[in-house]
């Protein structure tokens, strides 16, 4: 198989020729020494050289619409998002806490952006042999607390009124924004990355009742867009949400990033079987045998997860966070090959 053959079969719950990997690395130190290790010159050339597959929903093959619009630096020089946000020391709703606030804030729109790269990058990421991905979403708690920090957002869940006017505003401009840049790459664009980091590591920040009634059917609108449009939606929340599993897979989640063992409810015995023929998993290989394990270590717990998801299809194989500074390149080659041989 080639990489998009490989990923998209991962991607439908089948079994590949060997699961795809997917990483990403927010540090690059240690990738640089991966790099010369396999003799390629950038992360995509991990794939012509070693035929690493590399699959990911943030840099090398994901479209975002362009906001038009030069953004300020603040006081601080902080340069904040299109939200107003530069998290996390400011926040663009800070100051909403009124509805009449929220009414009279001015919201992005959907032709603050241009969508019109969208076909044509979306062919050029093709042409590489990847999966065109695009995003993200945010519509949960974890972009409540980016928008009101915190203190405010915990405190906005016991206004109803409130929450209604907020979230109307936030869906509105994003399912629009959202239908403008799958529109505009014709059908192209095969995943949707999503975010909501709504629990630690052994609870949630609100409860399972507070989440299904505010954020849930927001979700459940966006998600049904990019079914609409043929995409399929790429989950990623890394705490503690056991008790939102079932809920995510009723509203169309169909990849869950990262699963990471050590976190309560995540359990892998209990999660191969649970999600069998109804949830791909991205992800899996422990942050902190990566960062604190020999080489051999990394071997053996690689090689657990893939000889637990594996067989069952539905796997892209990667770290339960992105490579960090603190993972060496020994561990992260370890890796690596350990995936590359799987199978073989």
Same mark, same amino acid.
């Given at each position: 198989?080639?990489?998009?053959?490989?990923?998209?079969?991962?991607?439908?719950?089948?079994?590949?020729?060997?699961?795809?990997?997917?990483?990403?690395?927010?540090?690059?130190?240690?990738?640089?020494?991966?790099?010369?290790?396999?003799? =390629?010159?950038?992360?995509?050339?991990?794939?012509?050289?070693?035929?690493?597959?590399?699959?990911?929903?943030?840099?090398?093959?994901?479209?975002?619409?362009?906001?038009?619009?030069?953004?300020?630096?603040?006081? #601080?020089?902080?340069?904040?998002?299109?939200?107003?946000?530069?998290?996390?020391?400011?926040?663009?709703?800070?100051?909403? #806490?009124?509805?009449? =606030?929220?009414?009279?804030?001015?919201?992005?729109?959907?032709?603050?952006?241009?969508?019109?790269?969208?076909? *044509?990058?979306?062919?050029?990421?093709?042409?590489?042999?990847?999966?065109?991905?695009?995003?993200?979403?945010?519509?949960?708690?974890?972009?409540?607390?980016?928008?009101?920090?915190?203190?405010?957002?915990?405190?906005?869940?016991?206004?109803?009124?409130?929450?209604?006017?907020?979230?109307?505003?936030?869906?509105?401009?994003?399912?629009?924004?959202?239908?403008?840049?799958?529109?505009?790459?014709?059908?192209?664009?095969?995943?949707?990355?999503?975010?909501?980091?709504?629990?630690?590591?052994?609870?949630?920040?609100?409860?399972?009742?507070?989440?299904?009634?505010?954020?849930?059917?927001?979700?459940?609108?966006?998600?049904?867009?990019?079914?609409?449009?043929?995409?399929?939606?790429?989950?990623?929340?890394?705490?503690?949400?056991?008790?939102?599993?079932?809920?995510?897979?009723?509203?169309?989640?169909?990849?869950?990033?990262?699963?990471?063992?050590?976190?309560? *409810?995540?359990?892998?015995?209990?999660?191969?079987?649970?999600?069998?023929?109804?949830? =791909?998993?991205?992800?899996?290989?422990?942050?902190?045998?990566?960062?604190?394990?020999?080489?051999?270590?990394?071997?053996?717990?690689?090689?657990?997860?893939?000889?637990?998801?594996?067989?069952?299809?539905?796997?892209?194989?990667?770290?339960?966070?992105?490579? !960090?500074?603190?993972?060496?390149?020994?561990?992260?080659?370890?890796?690596?090959? !350990?995936?590359?041989?799987?199978?073989?």
């Amino acid at each position: 198989m080639n990489r998009r053959e490989r990923i998209l079969t991962a991607l439908n719950l089948e079994v590949p020729d060997r699961p795809p990997i997917s990483f990403d690395a927010r540090v690059d130190s240690q990738i640089d020494k991966v790099l010369r290790h396999y003799g =390629a010159q950038d992360k995509n050339g991990l794939y012509v050289q070693a035929g690493i597959d590399g699959f990911s929903v943030w840099e090398w093959n994901a479209i975002m619409p362009r906001y038009r619009w030069e953004l300020p630096v603040l006081e #601080d020089g902080h340069r904040p998002d299109f939200w107003g946000n530069s998290y996390p020391t400011h926040f663009g709703l800070e100051s909403c #806490d009124t509805i009449q =606030a929220l009414k009279a804030h001015r919201w992005p729109r959907p032709e603050d952006f241009d969508y019109s790269h969208a076909y *044509g990058q979306a062919l050029a990421i093709k042409a590489q042999d990847q999966v065109v991905s695009a995003g993200h979403l945010g519509l949960g708690y974890q972009m409540h607390n980016m928008l009101r920090g915190n203190i405010k957002a915990l405190y906005d869940v016991t206004d109803p009124a409130y929450m209604s006017v907020y979230l109307d505003h936030l869906l509105d401009f994003t399912l629009a924004w959202l239908d403008h840049l799958l529109t505009a790459a014709r059908g192209e664009i095969e995943v949707v990355r999503a975010d909501d980091d709504i629990g630690t590591m052994n609870r949630l920040m609100v409860s399972p009742e507070t989440w299904r009634r505010y954020y849930k059917p927001c979700w459940k609108a966006a998600f049904d867009l990019v079914h609409r449009h043929g995409a399929k939606v790429w989950f990623h929340s890394c705490g503690y949400i056991y008790p939102l599993l079932d809920d995510l897979v009723e509203i169309g989640v169909d990849v869950w990033n990262p699963f990471p063992s050590y976190v309560l *409810g995540n359990d892998h015995e209990r999660l191969k079987e649970w999600r069998r023929g109804r949830l =791909a998993l991205d992800g899996g290989v422990s942050h902190h045998v990566l960062v604190q394990g020999t080489p051999q270590e990394v071997i053996d717990e690689t090689r657990q997860v893939l000889d637990r998801f594996a067989p069952d299809g539905g796997l892209l194989i990667g770290p339960s966070q992105v490579f !960090t500074a603190d993972v060496s390149a020994e561990n992260i080659i370890a890796f690596f090959e !350990t995936c590359l041989s799987y199978g073989g």
